[in-house]
């Protein structure tokens, strides 16, 4: 009877939710879920963090695609048109030199990250009648000067890169080169800012010229210039200039604005046709001389090139 009410004692205080305690073996088991868990949430967070980063990425190369689609291409006059990444140029196989170079510069490229410099001057494959060679600069006295400025595709490597092949290139002066030709180009970057988005073709002329260098007798240009053209508030505005390279001393820039007309006489290209809207008003800007309260200079660049050559 003992053994009875033993039992009878031991139901009555029996607590049923001991049957549903997770096992003491089944401790480890909980802390490893746990920790699986945990690891499972930080993975997927991760991934979306990537995803995130990808797809602001990828709209910001789409955005630099959509800005930089050229608009306006002058026509070949003498040479073959190529068109390499976000610019083209017209080769004059002659001269071994081209004739124009053109392409848009806007703010959302400038505002880009830099590329560092990989390349140096090489050939250009891509001329079918082979275009001049590094090595014909070598000795010559003569700068390989780019027309399209690496500065200006800094923010696209295949750009960059393509702005250092030898049909981007023409023998120019050091005091040039280094001196106002770069002060503009500086200004032009700025412009790009200023307004948003710029046209610009830039190129040599092969008039009063004779002077070759390298074996493949690349013409050395005594002249070169640049047109810049943008709108603002509708309204198309344009400048030009002209430069002598064989210069000793170069004066302010605004010395060397010339009109558009003057340019399209000395080069024979039709410089931004069909741009302006109308006739009469292609007619009657490219007569002037450029609009100063548009085309501003900066100071900085003038000191740094007279610092530089000590005028």
Known sequence: MSKIGYSTIHVNTFDPMNEFKIPSHNKRYSGSSVSRQFWMVLIVVGVILLLMYFMQKWGSEELVIKTTSLSYTPEAKQGVIY????FSLSYVEQYELPEWVAYELTVGMMNQPKTDRYQDFEPDPAIRSRSGHYHDYKQSGYRRGHLVPSADMAWNKPAMDATFLM??????????????WLELEHNVRDWSR????????????????????????IL??????????????????????LFDQEQERFGSLEDYIVSIDSLEKETGIDLFANLYGNWDI?????????????WTFNEKWSSQRKEKFSY
Do not use: C
């Open 83 to 86: 068109h390499k990444p976000n």
């Open 194 to 217: 200023k307004f948003g988005k710029i046209q610009v073709v830039a190129g040599p002329l092969f008039k009063e010229s004779d002077t070759m260098i390298g074996d493949n007798e």
């Open 282 to 294: 292609e007619i009657a800007l490219e007569k002037q001389y450029g609009e100063n309260e548009q």
């Open 167 to 180: 049909s981007n290139v023409a023998p120019m002066t050091e005091a040039f080169n280094d001196g106002i």
């Open 220 to 241: 050395v240009p005594r002249y070169f210039y640049k047109a810049v053209f943008t709108v603002v508030d509708s309204t198309p505005h344009v400048v030009g200039f």
